[in-house]
């Protein structure tokens, strides 16, 4: 035990957050496309995984074709809106269930992204073009810099899009849609725009990721929904407890980046206790489940059967108390 | 003018479930006219609703809006030509999103979609005033989600937007069904004025035979998903809740225990 302890190393947690931080800014804007669909659209959307790899994919082959490594970004960006079109025209045209439409793209994604890269993964030839989203030590003040820029500027027009005519339709067809139609809003329309914005806000994730990490792997994406999720909702705990009820909306959007880098912290964390990596999913799932939980058992807390039982019990017990003293009395 | 030329639906066709809910429905609303429809559970009624409203489509027949055949157009693209207020007080209006909000979705029906902003500063003004006529101090709770309001106070709020872009129709689903009676008059005063105030051709679905005597220029009576009972003006006006009762038993229709109380 004492020898456990000992071997951990203060400084190489401290080390590790700036790396944290990167991980959590450039996952962060994956959690806003999955907030999209998740939280605005009501639509559980598992293209998620699939399209943050075939992000990372397009990106990696293009620039060892040479492009320039932000225009790849570009690229990786209409990729995932490709890849939530086909999402909506499988739930829109063909009637399929939502999360049947998701996992059917994001498998088919799994041979589309081997065929892009030729093989299960691809790296960057680092010493041969300038990445700006570097892991590399030296520049990582610039990459967390270039970084949050990008999720400001990715939530500035979000929340202005969001805000628009078309934006609100977006928002009404996830809260209503049968008052949405009533009112003209073609809800397929809308469904199948919000997909295409999503996933190519995930996909540019995975672009950016693929540039930090050097590499694109066919499997980068595996359970990225649950990182997405776990994001939105731990971004959602904090913001109640921190803000409170009513919320801008744009800082609800911000704290989604903040659950995204919160949760790279605890992986961090976790990792420098020397868990194994290969746990990390496990770990995942025991973050979200407590982030899931916690409002719900607050609320146990002031209102609950249980709660109400064990009260009615002490009243019942103290009025007999008082009948039992009253004889006594007289 | 609403047209609605022999229409038939049957739900579920071939299966054990099906069900004849529409069996040659006509019915022609002048510009202006208020009708109210009312039935037993089952007779048609909403079915007719949604029917024109184009929830689904008819399996024949016809729809006809000033002389348009809309039939064929989807439940979004008919939207324009009407107003559509439903039995759930949940169902007409989008609970996470601002009294304006609603507003000001609805005052863009049948028009682009842009990437404006969604509500602009000179239409906040007329919606203040419009909720201002509902007498429910709505107007000063512009940015106050829809979903913390009453079930009255969202039907009334549905009844306003239903209305704030002209519709050829307003389609009216029980839409007091849900309310307590002191607040079903008050949402009834409301929709008599507002249709007044424009002379909306009106088609009101009800349970209450006393309501759809009371409103309105015109009254059906459906069974089985045909129409029995057709009358308006002066016979209408002279109509008494016996006399539906006595009608309705009479077409073997059963008679219902909220048809009675009313």
Redesign the interface.
């Known amino acids: 035990m004492t020898a456990y302890f000992s071997s951990l190393n203060p400084t190489a947690l401290w080390n590790a957050a700036p790396g944290g931080l990167a991980q959590g800014l450039i996952w962060g804007i994956m959690a806003l496309g999955v907030y999209l669909t998740f939280r605005v659209l009501n639509f559980a959307d598992l293209t998620c995984d699939g399209s943050l790899a075939l992000g990372g994919a397009v990106a990696v082959m293009g620039i060892l074709k040479g492009y320039n490594p932000e225009v790849v970004l570009l690229l990786s960006f209409c990729a995932g809106v490709l890849a939530g079109l086909v999402t909506g025209f499988l739930h829109t045209t063909l009637g399929i269930p939502e999360i049947l439409a998701g996992i059917l793209t994001q498998i088919s994604l799994y041979s589309i992204n081997l065929n892009i890269m030729g093989k299960a993964n691809q790296a960057v030839p680092v010493g041969q073009v300038t990445v700006h989203f570097t892991s590399n030590i030296r520049y990582l003040a610039q990459t967390i810099a270039l970084t949050l820029v990008v999720d400001v500027f990715i939530i500035i027009v979000y929340y202005y ?1 969001l ?7 977006i ?2 067809t996830g ?2 849609p ?10 397929n329309k809308m469904k199948v725009l919000a997909l295409m914005f999503s996933n190519g806000l995930i996909a540019l994730s995975g672009g950016i990721l693929s540039e930090y990490q050097g590499f694109a792997d066919v499997k980068m994406g595996q359970g990225a929904i649950v990182i997405g999720l776990a994001a939105v909702i731990i971004g959602e705990v904090l913001c109640r407890a921190i803000v409170g009820d009513r919320q801008n909306f744009a800082v609800r959007l911000a704290f989604t980046v903040i659950g995204a880098i919160v949760y790279y912290f605890v992986y961090v964390f976790v990792l420098w206790l020397k868990f194994p990596a290969d746990d990390m999913k496990l770990l995942t799932a025991i973050v979200v489940a407590v982030f899931l939980a916690a409002p719900y058992l607050q609320e146990q807390r002031t209102s609950s059967f249980a709660g109400l039982k064990k009260r009615n019990a002490r009243l019942a017990k103290a009025e007999a108390n008082g009948q039992n003293q009253t004889p006594e009395e007289t | 003018m609403l047209e609605i030329i022999d229409i038939c639906k049957t739900f579920n066709p071939g299966t054990i479930n099906e069900k004849v809910a529409l069996e040659n429905v006509s019915l022609t609303l002048k510009d202006g006219d208020f009708c109210t429809v009312i039935g037993g559970n089952g007779a048609g009624k909403s079915t007719v609703m949604n029917a024109v409203a184009g929830v689904w489509p008819v399996d024949s027949g016809r729809i006809l809006v000033d002389g348009r055949d809309v039939s064929g157009l989807t439940e979004y693209q008919r939207a324009p030509y009407f107003g559509r207020v439903f039995q759930d007080p949940m169902t007409g209006t989008a609970a996470d999103m601002w009294i304006e909000e609603n507003l000001a979705l609805a005052s863009r029906r049948g028009k682009r979609r842009t990437l404006r902003w969604g509500v602009q500063k000179k239409e906040r003004e007329e919606y203040r005033q419009l909720l201002r006529t509902l007498d429910l101090g709505l107007e000063d709770r512009m940015t106050t989600k829809v979903g913390l309001l009453s079930g009255g106070q969202r039907q009334a709020l549905t009844l306003l937007m239903a209305t704030l872009r002209k519709p050829k129709v307003l389609l009216l689903d029980e839409h007091t069904a849900a309310l307590d009676p002191k607040t079903a008059e008050k949402v009834l005063e409301t929709t008599d004025r507002i249709v007044g105030e424009s002379g909306l051709t009106t088609l009101m679905v009800t349970h209450n035979m006393r309501d759809a005597i009371r409103h309105g220029n015109r009254l059906i009576m459906m069974n089985e998903g045909k129409i029995i009972l057709d009358v308006s003006g002066e016979e209408k006006k002279n109509l008494t809740v016996r006399d539906l009762l006595q009608k309705f038993e009479e077409t073997g229709g059963e008679v219902n225990d909220r048809m009675v109380l009313s």
């Open positions: 899009f805000g628009t005519e078309l934006g609100s339709a928002r009404a809260i209503n049968n008052m949405s139609r009533a009112n003209g809003i073609n809800t």
